[in-house]
């Protein structure tokens, strides 16, 4: 299988990318090829809301969505893998989903797999009721099979995160595959 990964954390370093990292060395176990996009390091603006494509058909504005659109439209799964801002996915991310407007009836007729891999400070039991939420819906919406997800509590810092058994999750996810 072809694995997308969109890593959605401006630090490319930080706990999102351990998570994302561990996936990809679980699914190249399993036998998968997978890349991990840093989406934050890209040119990609939010959608203007024009609707030249008609949702379908090439968007108005040039810039690295072209290249990654091309990557979407080659993969068999997506990976969806941000920290928590303010209770959702970060804007780097969102940007990019809401850029699937030019490809929704390609992403769509794909019936991609998919998974989350989070990341959050808080651990209260409802801390990513509505990240989940949101990603559950996208599921339905976008026809996706959800394959799993990495929820990782208490993981506010690169250190906390190393300590917590997420990355061995998010290892186990893509071995799984
Ligand atoms: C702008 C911003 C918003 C955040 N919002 C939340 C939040 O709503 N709930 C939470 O538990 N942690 C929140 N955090 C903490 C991050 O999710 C947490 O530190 C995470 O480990 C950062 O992941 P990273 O290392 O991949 O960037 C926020 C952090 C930032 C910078």
């Keep these: 299988m072809n694995i997308l990964v969109l890593q959605g954390s401006p630090n490319a370093n930080g706990s999102t990318a351990l998570l994302a990292r561990e996936f990809a060395r679980g699914a190249r176990d399993a036998g998968h090829s997978v890349q991990v996009v840093d989406v934050a390091s890209l040119d990609i603006a939010p959608c203007t809301g024009c609707v030249a494509c008609g949702y379908e058909g090439p968007c108005a504005q040039y ?9 979407i439209l080659s993969a068999d799964m997506l990976v969806f893998a941000t920290p928590l801002y303010y209770y959702g996915m970060t804007a780097q991310l969102k940007a990019v989903v809401d850029r699937f407007c030019s ?4 992403i769509t007729r794909k019936h991609l797999k998919s998974a989350l891999l989070t990341v959050a400070w808080n651990a209260d ?6 990240l989940e939420s ?9 026809s996706l ?8 509590a208490g993981c506010g810092t690169v250190s906390m995160t190393k300590h917590s058994g997420f990355p ?6 893509g071995q799984s595959l």
């Design 63 to 71: 810039d690295d969505f072209d290249g990654l659109r091309q990557k």
């Design 103 to 106: 490809a929704n009836s390609s």
């Design 125 to 130: 039991d409802w801390t990513f009721d509505a």
């Design 134 to 142: 949101h990603y559950d819906t996208l599921v339905r919406y976008l």
């Design 145 to 152: 099979q959800d394959c799993g997800r990495v929820l990782g």
């Design 168 to 173: 061995e999750k998010a290892y186990a996810l």
